[in-house]
């Protein structure tokens, strides 16, 4: 819950403008008299005039496993990226998809009109030509040899060029079966398909452009990526890591979704630390519902630990939410009360809130924020 709250009440010179303007107490207005705040020097302390007015409890006690937090980002999962090419070089024509686009396997993705198709059925009706005339002269040779009138050697050679022949033609057809081409119905333009279903995340073709593995400045016209599971890698300082474990649990809030929470697994803990702020990537891979996560997200990624501690808790209404951080009042003797930080953990039920840190369980604490806020805005 977020309250209204100026700090600058708590400033000496704020508080004396404050006791500047303070009102008496008139008994003929039925009403208790409200509480003076006095300054104290001390931006921390406040002073009131009657404390009785603001009640104090007593933290209670809850335990529980230690957690870690820590920030990440969603990335890919590197072993689901798969790079679309062509090794037929040419322009491309005919484009169907773009970045961003889901695509099926199978999906066509674009043409390329390539003279290497050309080259390569040219190459593959010589081979063709070459193996029925070498086929020929073998088999003259076997006719020759059985009558007396060649050497075995010779035989041998007309055997040997025939076998040649028949590799030159299987290259040929090997090459166009890369290239994708039927060597029934050749065509010079070759049509590249999505090899995986999933999400284009890179592009470096257009229409017009040149493609394939020499004409083009990137062999790889599209990169798709499987986003059903992703990675989330976040940063880890090195004395949180003894804390952690390959296969651990992660709990992962989104902070473009608050109210969901996602589970994942450590997959990796970095070996190497980053130097200038000492952490290491730790690795979380988790399954992507719906294609939630997106990847570039900010989340928050909670880790629990084997062992277990108290953490204090106290109601709801004694912390203060403020610009990303909480206060309690604690009292600090006499008529002053003094504002701590605390870091707020789980709202549990009962309209109470955990403290992960900043006080103790039996702490006490002013169990109602907005009194002393009220009090601290009305002088």
């Known amino acids: 819950m977020m309250r209204k709250f100026l700090f600058p009440a708590l400033c000496i010179s704020a508080f004396v403008s404050l006791s500047a303007c303070k009102k008496d107490f008139n008994p003929a207005d039925g009403a208790p008299p409200s509480a003076e705040v006095t300054p104290t020097g001390d931006m921390s302390l406040v002073q009131v005039d009657k404390p009785d007015q603001f009640p104090v409890v007593a933290a209670d006690q809850r335990k529980a496993p230690t957690e870690l937090n820590v920030t990440g980002a969603v990335f890919p999962d590197v072993s689901r990226e798969v790079p679309v090419i062509t090794l037929a070089n040419g322009r491309v024509i005919n484009l169907k998809t773009r970045l961003d686009d889901n695509v099926k396997k199978g999906q066509l993705l674009f043409s390329v009109q390539s003279p290497d198709i050309s080259n390569a059925f040219d190459a593959y009706l010589k081979a063709v030509n070459d193996e029925q005339m070498n086929n020929k002269a073998y088999l003259r040779a076997q006719d020759l040899y ?19 022949a028949k590799a030159d033609l299987t290259a040929a057809e090997e090459q166009l079966t890369i290239y994708g081409v039927d060597k029934d119905h050749p065509n010079p333009v070759v049509n590249v398909y999505a090899p995986i279903s999933g999400v284009i995340i890179g592009q470096n073709v257009t229409n017009a452009a040149a493609a394939g593995v020499s004409l083009s400045g990137s062999a790889t016209a599209f990169t798709i990526a499987d986003l059903s599971s992703v990675w989330i890698l976040c940063d880890v300082y090195e004395n949180d890591i003894p804390k952690l474990h390959l296969g651990q649990e992660a709990k992962i809030k989104l902070l473009a979704y608050p109210d969901k929470i996602l589970t994942g697994r450590i997959g990796d803990i970095g070996p190497v630390l980053d130097p200038t702020i000492r952490t290491a990537k730790v690795r979380v891979e988790i399954p992507n519902p719906g294609g939630i996560l997106r990847l570039g997200m900010f989340v928050n990624a909670t880790f629990q630990g084997k062992t277990e501690r108290n953490f204090a808790v106290v109601p709801a209404d004694a912390v203060l939410h403020l610009h990303d951080r909480d206060w309690v009042f604690i009292p600090a003797g006499g008529k002053k009360f003094k504002r701590v ?17 900043g006080i103790v369980p039996g702490q006490q604490i002013v169990s109602n924020v907005l009194q002393l806020e009220a009090t601290l805005e009305a002088q």
Do not use: F
Request: net charge negative; glycine share 12%.
């Open 341 to 357: 930080e605390v870091h707020a953990g789980e709202m549990l039920a009962g309209n109470r809130q955990e403290l992960l840190d």
């Open 146 to 164: 059985k009558h007396g009138a060649i050497s075995q050697g010779m035989l041998e050679q007309a055997e040997d060029a025939e076998r040649d």
